[in-house]
């Protein structure tokens, strides 16, 4: 058992492995530094491992294989209205000047095919950065980085005089406190398998950095979402249910400023599965979706948003107009029922060119896991989603109309990605279709931090000395509202940085 170590990371995501691989590599001229990972759940990944839509990132090598001439200034300009004011410009700033670096990381350094690129809702430029299927078979994005990034640790790991050790199964509980003020370790937990005896130890260290996510996935245990967003109690969600923001107590207990607590993003699509539409978590219909040219229709076959407007304005929306009793989305084969299902639920559909663009492979994947089905022409769709045949044929006419006049419709769409009816004179074209509901996605809020990562107290804005932290357990960058592909971006970016910093401040202690 370690008693002591240069650096802790806790939290086994995106931004937690990018800190310990930053961290490792500014120190590995440096005798003598040692890092140590701890992650509570049974293996690495959190919540990044489920991450279906891509990460951002601009000018970098695929956009401009790709033709598009994009800009630092126009992502953080998309950042900053995304957030509704509340953003930080000098964390927004970062995130979008390191961003062509953080793309270049994965791809360069770790050899991911980041190749695909999706314009996502509130994005001026394609940018969300994904993986292609592989003969076929989808390639997730979120796992591909997890898998390959967790490979490398454990590599390190493994090696005879190991600067680097990974703890699974192991839950911090508590920071321990510096004199000065600071951090001095942390206590964790673990739970012997056959006895259930649950063991305590610490680790003694220069430096701790928070990197255990958000709390959206607080589930029927809700404690940060009843203080600070009790409107949201009782929707489901797309997390993990390892996702109850630790790391805000952690941190809290020493000192540190909680900010935009009560912004919580509710992603609009949720799958509802039809044989479990009650079920409060929900699998995420990825938001390259719609940003492919999947459309979503209500409850009687009227399109009803731009469906490449910013999430909340997509979630705000559903709620307005497929809402129960009258459009609602008619999921539940009987009416005499009681309905299990949630109040508000509208339907997906791609074209099959929306659907080619998409992947075969990951939408395949969806009609295995029974969240998706197909229809095999216009009439078989009507009668799926029990819609009048000539609405629905008109819905899909006047999208494509729009589309071809080049101007924005009557929700403000401007750019179709693809075309919504399939052409006429190819019957062998499908459908596909699902039902989506607003669900708990991600949590703006978090601890406030710089943007060197320094964990900032309440009392006096001060940075508290040796903690950092990275990731969804941050606050203060998103504001009101994120931006997808923005959170396996800030991931990366804050990680490394606070790996960069851990690396500092655990080699001039070792001198
Ligand atoms: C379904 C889904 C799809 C998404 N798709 C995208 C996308 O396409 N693009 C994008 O940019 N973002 C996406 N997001 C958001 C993004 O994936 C997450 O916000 C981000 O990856 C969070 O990374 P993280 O490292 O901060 O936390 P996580 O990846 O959640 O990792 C935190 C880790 O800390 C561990 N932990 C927590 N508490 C403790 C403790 N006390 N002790 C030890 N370990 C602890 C957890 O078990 C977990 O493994 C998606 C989110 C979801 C849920
Ligand atoms: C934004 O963050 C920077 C440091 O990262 C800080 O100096 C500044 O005060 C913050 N601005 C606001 C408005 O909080």
């Not at 990371?9 to 040692?34: D, K, N, P």
């Not at 989808?138 to 005089?161: C, F, K, M, N, Y």
């Not at 941050?474 to 490394?496: D, I, M, Q």
Request: proline share 4%; hydrophobic share 40%.
């Amino acid at each position: 058992m370690v008693a002591r170590t240069s650096i802790v990371v806790v939290g086994g995501g995106l931004a937690g492995m990018s800190a310990a691989i930053e961290a490792l590599r500014q120190t590995s001229h440096v005798a003598g530094v040692t890092v140590a990972l701890l992650e509570k759940e049974g293996r690495t990944g959190g919540n990044s491992g489920k991450a279906s839509s891509g990460i951002n990132g601009v000018l970098t090598r695929t956009q401009k294989e790709k033709g598009i001439h994009d800009s630092v200034e126009a992502f953080v300009q998309d950042t900053l209205k995304s957030g509704h004011g509340r953003s930080n410009e000098t964390l927004v700033g970062k995130l979008a000047r390191d961003s062509t670096q953080a793309v270049s990381w994965l791809q360069d350094d770790f050899k991911l095919d980041l190749d695909v690129l999706a314009r996502l809702g509130g994005h001026s430029f394609p940018r969300t950065h994904r993986r292609p299927d592989l003969d076929g078979k989808p390639q997730p994005v979120g796992w591909g980085i997890v898998s390959t990034l967790g490979r490398h640790l454990g590599e390190l790991a493994a090696l005879e005089d190991a600067r680097f050790k990974l703890f699974t199964g192991a839950r911090v509980i508590k920071l321990l406190p510096a004199t000065h003020g600071g951090v001095a370790g942390v206590v964790y937990e673990t739970v012997d398998a056959d006895s259930k005896i649950i063991r305590q130890h610490s680790i003694h260290s220069d430096v701790v950095v928070l990197a255990t996510g958000g709390f959206g996935g607080e589930g029927n245990r809700p404690r940060y979402l009843k203080k600070y967003a009790p409107h949201l109690m009782g929707l489901p969600a797309t997390n993990g249910a390892f996702a109850t923001g630790d790391g805000l107590g952690l941190a809290a207990a020493l000192g540190a400023e909680l900010v935009d607590m009560d912004q919580v993003q509710v992603h609009p699509t949720g799958f509802v599965k039809s044989s479990d539409p009650g079920n409060p978590t929900k699998f995420l219909a990825a938001e390259a979706l719609r940003g492919e040219g999947g459309i979503l229709l209500n409850g009687v076959g009227h399109r009803f948003v731009n469906e490449l407007d910013t999430r909340d304005h997509v979630t705000d929306a559903m709620n307005k107009f497929c809402s129960a009793p009258n459009t609602r989305a008619r999921h539940s084969d009987s009416v005499e029922e009681i309905p299990k299902e949630p109040l508000t639920a509208a339907f997906l559909v791609l074209s099959q060119a929306a659907a080619d663009n998409f992947g075969q492979g990951a939408l395949g994947f969806y009609e295995k896991m029974g969240l998706m089905s197909r229809a095999g022409s216009l009439e078989e769709l009507a009668t799926a989603l029990r819609v009048d045949l000539v609405v629905l044929r008109k819905t899909l006419e006047d999208h494509d109309g729009a589309r071809d006049n080049g101007t924005h419709d009557e929700y403000g769409k401007s750019v179709f990605p693809q075309r919504a009816l399939n052409p006429l004179d190819k019957p062998q074209m499908n459908y596909y279709w699902g039902i989506v509901t607003p669900s708990i996605h991600y949590t703006m809020g978090g601890i406030r931090f710089d943007d060197m990562t320094r964990v900032l107290r309440a009392a006096d804005g001060a940075p508290i000395p040796g903690l950092l932290a990275a990731g969804e357990v941050t606050g203060g960058l998103h504001g009101a509202n994120r931006l997808g592909g923005n959170s396996l971006l800030e991931c990366v970016v804050y990680g490394r940085e606070a790996g960069r910093q851990a690396a500092i401040l655990a080699t001039s202690t070792s001198y």
